[in-house]
Each structure stands twice: as C-alpha cells, then as structure tokens.
C-alpha cells in the first residue's frame, strides 16, 4: 500500500504540544495542513511552538531557512471544521475522553469525503469502542505518537476491529514516509508500548516497597549497567507522577484487575501529597532551587585479593573475568557442570537466577555467597550492583568488592532482593511482551521495534531474552514467582513454548 501523497492535505485537531508536533510533521513531509483548535488563542501558540522548533533545526544546521519557512507556512490556521472539509486525513489529539472523539469524529464523517482517513492519537482508549459510534468505523485507525512528535521516531498504527486493513497500510506508509518508524499494533489496552512498559516502573517501585534500595541507586543500576537512558524514578518524575499513576490505573482496570498490572501505593502517595514530579518541584526527587542531589550508594574503597577462581561456564558475564585479568589479577579456571561462578577471597559470587541470595546460599550449602546483577555488556558496564546472603561474612564481602574496585567496577550494594533490580526488571519486561506477541498485539519484530523506538530501551526485550537465553528468563520468573507466590510473575505461555524448543529464540537467526 502507498503512503498518502503530499497534495492530500491533513487536518489537525487539537493545537497542543501534541497536535502541533504533529502538525509540524506533517507540514514537513510537504503536506498543506489544516491546524484547528476551539481556541484561536491555542492554535496561535501551538504554530508559534513549530516556529520555535524550526528556528530551533536552521540553529543546529538540520534545516535550510527556506524550508523552514515552507514548512511552516503549510500550517493553516482555521477554527471552523468546515474550512478544512477537503483533507484527505484527519488526525485527532484532543482530550482523552470517549464520548467527546466519539462526538467529533462523527462530526467529521459527515464534514470530509467518504474516502477520507480519520485517526486518533489516543494512548489508552479503545479504537474499536470510539469506532462504535461511526458509521463507517472501517476508515478508523489510531495513529499514536509519542512525544516530542517532531523527535520521537516510533508511530504506532492501531487497529481496531472494524479497521480495514488497507487504511492501516496507508498510514504505516505515510508515517514512513514522515520519517517515522511505525509498528502495526491491534486495539487492546495500552496497545505495546505503554502496556509492556509496565514492568519497567513496577519492577523499580516493588524493589523501593522492600526497601532493597533507594531511588538513586535502583536509577543507578538500570541505566548505568543495564543501558536503560533514564532510570524508572528519574522517568516517572519526568512524566508525573499524575500521568504515570493513571496509565497504570487504566492498563490495570482494563486487564480486570490482572496482577501484573497492580498500581503502586508509593505512587499513589505521592499523587495524593501532589509530589508530582518535576512539574510540581518534588517527586521522588527533590527540584527545589539548591535541594541536594540523592546520589546511588557505593561501597566503600577495599583491599581485593591477587586471585580469582572461574568455576565453570559463566556465560553472558564472562567478560568480568577478562577484566579481573587485565587489572592484574591471577584468574584460574576449573571445570563444573551448570552455571559457573567466581570465587574471590573465600566468596563465590555468581549472576542472580531469580532467587535470593539467602535462599541460595542456603540451598546450595555457601555461607559467603554473593549475586550479581544484569549489566548489558559486562566488558565496560561501569557499576556493578551486587546483593550478599544474609550469612555472608564482612571478610569475604570486603575481598570480593575490592577486588571488583581494581577491575575498574563501581560497587553498588542494594538487600537481598529477589531478582536484584536489572535482571528481575528486564525478564519481567521480556514475559510481557511475550504475551504481547501471543496475543496478537503486535510481531515479535514490532513489539522489540516500538520498545526501541518509543522508549529508547537499549534494545528491544524479546532480542534481550534471546541474548540472556528464554530458558535463563523463565527460570528467573519461576523462581520469583515462587518466592513471592504471586500471579504476577506468572510465565507467559509463549516464553515457555519458546525456552523449550531446542536453541529456541523470539527471532530468527
């Protein structure tokens, strides 16, 4: 299917920062653009903003001034719908709420040609329900940017159960051809990124309920070792806390109360104290001018030892032993079956499987047993957050976190805590979108696509769990599971069948 051609022209509704971004895309793909707002005073802020961002691009070089005053002479400020009856695509970015997209766009099917494409830019809301109302539900598709519209490259094409398959390929062209990388996605709730994102702030904000760490050093461990660009305590404040709970408030109710969705009661604390975020100067963070930064822990300097022990096949974090090598220490190796470990100092420590580092140490007869937490490339991760069983010694606590120094490593420690942060946070992130694919939300290429893109997560999950293998991740989740006894960590029905295929994978090669 072709994308449309840049002599259709697109109207606009809503002159927000959403509506105007888009807007703004669309003028620069060439598309003459109908800009509407009830308020005129809205659209003349909302073309002011893409007059900003084009100043903005001349600024750094990325755009010609001729262009950007094309560009922006494309957007056509109107307040009347009837002025703009001659667009070929409609896109929606007002309020969410039902009843008032379902009220404009049967206004709409009888203001433009019954050739015309009408689109929402709904995050949450059913495109099969607001659908419902039309009488032509088939042109009906969501078309859902994230913002910055203008920057950010994922566009997620919705289907809704009446949506003919023709109308969401031409927007999957377009939005290519805009320069988006767009996913198709059916209509269920949170469609794939804000559904399998989940994990991402429930997993960070379960850890806090336990007290394994403080927000600083949980941000810490996803995006220094894990690669994630902003930790989940950072991203939440950024977004609002307002904003983030009610996500999770919709993905939950709409799930039927499914446990893998439950909302946070921190969270929800701090809505109910107003502690919003970055917008309110105060969330998990504090913004207030000369407020102290909360810093993640870090072990104190300690003497490490002149050797280390690599028992067995150590896998994904192999390359911690080249590094304990080129600091000068004496790395010997010895065979064992299963998953292998290092010995230092009297300590093993080994990559985290799920289970607590007491309950392993217990279960495989090592007092001084110490796990580690997922890092993405264990050859220059700069920090290593670690969890001791509760019968660890100080001796060996100290010999094993010296030595890890010398390596270059920064030492985070956070309780022993099932799953630690980074590993529990990507399996769990893995499992959902396992169940995304299964239940034919979106391809395993889609879904690993729009987590890139729409989140900037350093890979997608399902490729990550094809990295870690699917086997290791639904072990991780079995052993949470029956460490807490919850639904929550139930393992995806899909991630199963594919950790039992031989040299199963999400993706092929």
């Known amino acids: ?115 015309a494409i009408l689109a929402t830019n709904t995050s949450s809301l059913s495109i099969t329900l607001i659908g419902a109302a039309l009488e032509r539900p088939e042109r009906l598709a969501g078309l859902h940017f994230f913002n910055p519209a203008p920057r950010m490259k994922l566009v997620e094409i919705v289907s809704g159960l009446a949506t003919e398959r023709a109308v969401a390929d031409t927007l999957y062209a377009t939005a290519k051809a805009w320069g988006k990388v767009p996913v198709h996605a059916s209509s269920t ?134 590094r304990l090598e080129a600091a000068g220490i004496a790395v010997e190796r010895r065979a064992s079956a299963g998953a292998g470990w290092i010995e230092v100092g009297g300590a093993r420590v080994a990559l985290s499987d799920g289970r607590t580092a007491t309950r392993r140490a217990v279960e495989e007869d090592v007092a001084d047993l110490v796990l580690f937490d997922l890092a993405r490339d264990y050859a220059t991760t700069p920090r290593l957050t670690l969890a001791r069983a509760d019968a660890c010694s100080e001796a ?41 694919v299964l239940q034919g939300i979106a391809s395993a290429a889609d879904v690993d696509t729009a987590m890139r893109y729409g989140t900037n997560y350093p890979q997608g999950p399902l490729a990550w769990a094809d990295q870690l293998g699917p086997a290791f991740v639904a072990r991780v989740l079995a052993n949470l599971r029956e460490h807490y006894g919850e639904e929550r960590y139930r393992i995806s029905v899909l991630l199963q069948r594919v950790a039992l295929r031989p040299g199963g994978r999400f993706h092929a090669g």
């Not at 449309?4 to 003459?32: E, F, Q, R, Y």
């Not at 399998?196 to 336990?210: D, K, T």
């Not at 929800?268 to 975020?277: F, K, M, P, T, Y």
């Not at 799953?419 to 995304?436: C, Q």
Request: charged content about 20%; aromatic content about 6%.
């Open 1 to 115: 299917m072709s994308a449309l051609t840049t002599d259709v022209k697109v109207l606009v509704i809503g002159a927000g920062a959403m509506g105007s971004g888009i807007a703004h895309v669309a003028a620069a793909a060439g598309h003459p653009v109908y800009l509407y707002d009830t308020r005129a005073e809205a659209i003349e802020r909302g073309r002011d903003g893409i007059a900003r961002d084009l100043r903005f691009l001349v600024g750094k070089g990325k755009l010609g001034e001729t262009e950007a005053e094309a560009t922006l002479a494309r957007v056509v400020p109107v307040t009347e719908l009837v002025a703009a009856r001659d667009a070929g695509l409609a896109i929606e970015a007002v309020v969410e709420h039902l009843e008032v997209k379902q009220k404009l766009f049967r206004e709409l099917e009888g203001l433009l040609g019954p050739g």
């Open 189 to 322: 709730p949170g469609f794939i990124v804000n559904r399998v994102a989940r994990p991402y702030y429930g997993e960070a904000l379960r850890v806090l309920a336990e007290r394994g760490a403080e927000p600083a050093t949980i941000d810490a461990a996803l995006r220094e070792s894990c690669g994630f660009p902003m930790g989940p305590f950072e991203l939440m404040d950024l977004i609002g806390h307002d904003v983030n709970f009610a996500v999770s408030n919709s993905v939950f109710d709409a799930y039927f109360g499914d446990k893998r969705f439950t909302p946070s009661l921190i969270q929800q604390e701090l809505v109910a104290a107003g502690r919003l975020g970055r917008k309110s100067g105060r969330g998990f963070y504090d913004y207030a001018a000369g407020a102290p930064r909360q810093a993640p822990q870090v072990e104190p300097a300690h003497e490490g030892v002149a050797t280390a022990t690599v028992v067995g096949e150590f896998g994904p974090a192999e390359p911690l032993a080249a």
């Open 396 to 436: 060996a606590w100290a010999a094993l976190v010296g030595t890890l120094q010398r390596a270059g490593l920064e030492v985070g420690r956070i309780d022993d805590v099932a799953g630690l942060v980074g590993l529990r946070t990507v399996a769990m992130l893995a499992n959902e979108a396992a169940d995304a």
